[in-house]
C-alpha cells in the first residue's frame, strides 16, 4: 500500500545551520505533500505544504521541494534556532477528503 | 480558541472498560478524521466523515471501535473493551479543503 519513507530520523544541528529533512513516497497519484511540526505534548501544527503544479515553496526560514518525477519532497529550514526543535512529520494525500499518509518523523535537535 | 478541540485530554482505563472521545471541529468545516499515533510514529487514519456521513475506515478500525459524527458537527469515538494495544493519542483533524487542523488529541492509557 501507499507509504512515506522519511529521513533521517533524528537530526541534531548547531543554532544558525540548515536542516534538510527528506521524504519520498510511493503513490503516483499524491498531489498535496504537508509538513507539521509537532512539539512535545502538542497538536501536529502545519508550517508549510506544497501542491504537485508547484515545484517549491517558501516562506521566510522554510522552504519545500517537490520532486515529481523522482516521488520525493524536502523540507529545508535555514538559520535554526533552538524554538525550530520539535518532530517534523511530512506527509501526503491523493486530495481532499482522503487520508495523511505520515512518515515517521524526524526528531530535531538545535543546540545554542 | 477556534481550533479544533478534543475531550478528554487524557483517560486512563482498566482492560476491558469501555471509553469515548470528543471532537470539536473547527466551525464549518465538513471533513474530519480521526488518527491514531503512538509513540515514534507518524498518525495513522482511522476513519473520515464528510459532514455527517463516514466516507471511509481504516483496517485499523477493529469491531471495537466506533465513530459517530451525527450533526455533522463535533464527533466522537467509542473504543468497547479496551486492550493495552489500544494505548495511544487519538488526533482528531477537521478540514475545509485538503489542508487538515489538528487538534491536541486524548492520549488513552489502558491499564
Known amino acids: 500500500g501507499e507509504n512515506v519513507e522519511q529521513h533521517p530520523s533524528t537530526l541534531s544541528v548547531q543554532e544558525g545551520d540548515s536542516a534538510v529533512i527528506k521524504c519520498t513516497y510511493s503513490d503516483s497519484a499524491s498531489n498535496y505533500f504537508p509538513w507539521y511540526k509537532q512539539e512535545l505534548g502538542k497538536r501536529p501544527q502545519l508550517i508549510i505544504d506544497i501542491r504537485s503544479n508547484v515545484g517549491e515553496k517558501k516562506d521566510q526560514r522554510i522552504a519545500v521541494t517537490l520532486n515529481k518525477t523522482a516521488k520525493h519532497f524536502s523540507l529545508h529550514i535555514t538559520e535554526t534556532q533552538p524554538e525550530d526543535s520539535a518532530v517534523y512529520f511530512c506527509?501526503?494525500?491523493?486530495?481532499?477528503?482522503?487520508?495523511?499518509?505520515f512518515g515517521k518523523g524526524t526528531t530535531l535537535s538545535v543546540s545554542s | 480558541d477556534t481550533g479544533v478541540s478534543q475531550n478528554p485530554r487524557h483517560k486512563i482505563t482498566k482492560r476491558g472498560q469501555n471509553v469515548t472521545f470528543r471532537c470539536d471541529p473547527i466551525?464549518?468545516?465538513?471533513?474530519l478524521y480521526w488518527y491514531r499515533q503512538t509513540l515514534g510514529q507518524g498518525p495513522e487514519f482511522l476513519t473520515y466523515f464528510q459532514n455527517e456521513a463516514q466516507l471511509e475506515k481504516s483496517r485499523l478500525l477493529s469491531d471495537r471501535f466506533s465513530a459517530e459524527r451525527p450533526k455533522g458537527s463535533f464527533s466522537t469515538l467509542e473504543i468497547q473493551r479496551t486492550e493495552q494495544g489500544d494505548s495511544a493519542m487519538y488526533l482528531c483533524?477537521?478540514?475545509?479543503?485538503?489542508?487538515?487542523?489538528f487538534g491536541a488529541g486524548t492520549r488513552l492509557s489502558v491499564l
Open positions: 506527509a501526503d494525500h491523493t486530495g481532499a477528503g482522503t487520508a495523511l499518509i
Open positions: 466551525s464549518e468545516h465538513n471533513r
Open positions: 483533524a477537521s478540514s475545509p479543503s485538503d489542508i487538515q487542523y
